[in-house]
T-cell receptor, first 117, second 113 residues
Framework: DGGITQSPKYLFRKEGQNVTLSCEQN?????MYWYRQDPGQGLRLIYYSQIVNDFQKGDIAEGYSVSREKKESFPLTVTSAQKNPTAFYLC????????????????FGPGTRLTVL | EDKVVQSPLSLVVHEGDTVTLNCSYE??????LLWYKQEKKAPTFLFMLTSSGIEKKSGRLSSILDKKELFSILNITATQTGDSAIYLC?????????????FGSGTQLTVLP
């Protein structure tokens, strides 16, 4: 089955520790995204990547880092510099094909809930 | 700066009520507007609206876009407890805009039995 997987589902970390969230897709999508969602709120864009070995900062990139070494994978590292990391993190992917984009949308993974103790 | 604003932020109704959720936007390079439903995990896609005045319908849900006034509404008739969720509105930008989607803050809908 094609889709996006995120792991782990729940993650706990102590203050001052870095932690990496996994996102993998087998949809053959070029573009991948990381969003953060706080309780009762919408999605805010952290980082996005249109192709392998390239990525751009979104609206709230401070304290986060990403890599895109493979098309299928876009891991997000939450560093100790992120002041308020407790949140729900969603990964998404989409095609970059302009014809497909007329009717297609982003596909989301199931999310990782990060709690900093 | 691109902006998508949803209202109300939260809404509590009883089963059988009809609700209208609002989404207004101010963006450059508008292509289309999307509605998602988010229960506990990943948002699930509901509608994509590109043209003004054409209603999209799926069961008890319907949505319409007004590109002149820059807003969209999502209607849910005969609400059920299973409609309880966060409803997210997002605007898709034109080709060449790598970010693709700008989201509103969502409307938290609670349907009581």
């Amino acid at each position: 089955d094609g889709g996006i997987t995120q792991s782990p589902k729940y993650l706990f970390r102590k203050e001052g520790q870095n932690v990496t969230l996994s996102c993998e897709q087998n949809l053959n999508h070029d573009a991948m995204y990381w969003y953060r969602q706080d309780p009762g709120q919408g999605l805010r864009l952290i980082y996005y990547s249109q192709i392998v070995n390239d990525f751009q900062k979104g609206d709230i990139a401070e304290g986060y880092s990403v890599s895109r070494e493979k098309k299928e994978s876009f891991p997000l590292t939450v560093t100790s510099a992120q002041k308020n990391p407790t949140a729900f993190y969603l990964c998404a992917s989409s095609t970059r094909d302009e014809i497909a984009l007329l009717t297609d949308t982003q596909y989301f993974g199931p999310g990782t809930r990060l709690t900093v103790l | 700066e691109d902006k998508v604003v949803q209202s109300p932020l939260s809404l509590v109704v009883h089963e059988g009520d009809t609700v209208t959720l609002n989404c207004s936007y101010e963006v450059t390079n508008f292509r289309s507007l999307l509605w998602y439903k988010q229960e506990k995990k990943a948002p699930t896609f509901l509608f994509m609206l590109t043209s003004s005045g054409i209603e999209k319908k799926s069961g008890r849900l319907s949505s319409i876009l007004d590109k002149k006034e820059l807003f969209s509404i999502l209607n849910i008739t005969a609400t059920q407890t299973g409609d309880s969720a966060i409803y997210l509105c997002a605007v898709k930008l034109l080709a060449g805009s790598a970010r693709q989607l700008t989201f509103g803050s969502g409307t938290q809908l609670t349907v009581l039995p």
